[in-house]
């Protein structure tokens, strides 16, 4: 069974500031985790994801997450935000199955603002 | 850079028809799949398929759902009596490597 929790719904931040979005998840075997980005009326669109390689990921748009896995975190972070930072962001994660392949379980989503 | 496509982009039908949502994979992709969104709630797994048949379904996969690769081409689903609840919008994903690449979803409202 795996699960992924995202604390906090809404997330607001200013211009320039820092962006933090919280992600924890379960999983019963080692998991690979994603985050993904979809802004208004759009499909979901790959930010950055974990498969057991480096714990510290970089992704697209300055974007990058560390996996934790004493804390069963996959936390964003971007140093700074960007107007065009604003979207609502899905973290997402992937267990084996018998079948050999993964389906995703995702979290409700966080949604930013940025503010000017 | 190849991309998922789907069809239509929107779909207005009446409680109780059938609809078809249509899906182009990204070529040499061989697992394929379909999450829904209810408006303002999360991503959910309806279905995987891969090899021409449905390698896991979810609970909200009832007999009223059903995939298909008819042509080699198109992976369709399709929703044999519409309900209400049914409105959503749905998003299909072909998967490369560990990645699930999706496409830019089917707004489906059911009245």
């Known amino acids: 069974a795996q699960s992924v929790t995202q604390l906090g719904s809404h997330v607001s931040v200013s211009e320039g500031a820092l962006v933090l979005l919280r992600c924890n998840y379960s999983?019963?075997?080692?998991?690979?985790l994603f985050w993904y980005v979809q802004y208004p009326n759009q499909g979901l669109q790959l930010l950055l994801k974990?498969?057991?390689?480096?714990?510290l990921v970089k992704g697209i748009n300055g974007f990058e997450a560390e996996f934790k896995k004493s804390e069963t975190s996959f936390h964003l972070t971007k140093p700074s935000a960007h107007m065009s930072d604003a979207a609502e962001y899905f973290c997402?994660?992937?267990?084996?199955?018998?079948?050999?392949?993964?389906?995703?379980?995702f979290g409700s989503g966080t949604r930013l603002q940025v503010q000017p | 850079e190849p991309e998922v496509t789907q069809t239509p982009s929107h779909q207005v039908t009446q409680m109780g028809q059938e609809v078809i949502l249509r899906c182009v994979p990204i070529?040499?992709?061989?697992?394929f799949y379909w999450y829904r969104q209810i408006l303002g709630q999360k991503v959910e797994f309806l279905v995987s398929f891969y090899n021409n048949e449905i390698s896991e379904k979810s609970e909200i996969f009832d007999d009223q759902f059903s995939v298909e690769r008819p042509d080699g081409s198109n992976f369709t689903l399709k929703i044999r009596s519409t309900k209400l609840e049914d409105s959503a919008m749905y998003f299909c994903a072909t998967q490369g490597g560990e990645t699930q690449y999706f496409g830019p979803g089917t707004r489906l409202l059911v009245l």
């Open positions: 997402a994660v992937s267990s084996l199955m018998d079948t050999g392949r993964r389906a995703l379980t």
């Open positions: 999983s019963s075997v080692p998991p690979y």
């Open positions: 070529s040499n992709h061989l697992y």
């Open positions: 974990y498969t057991s390689a480096a714990t």
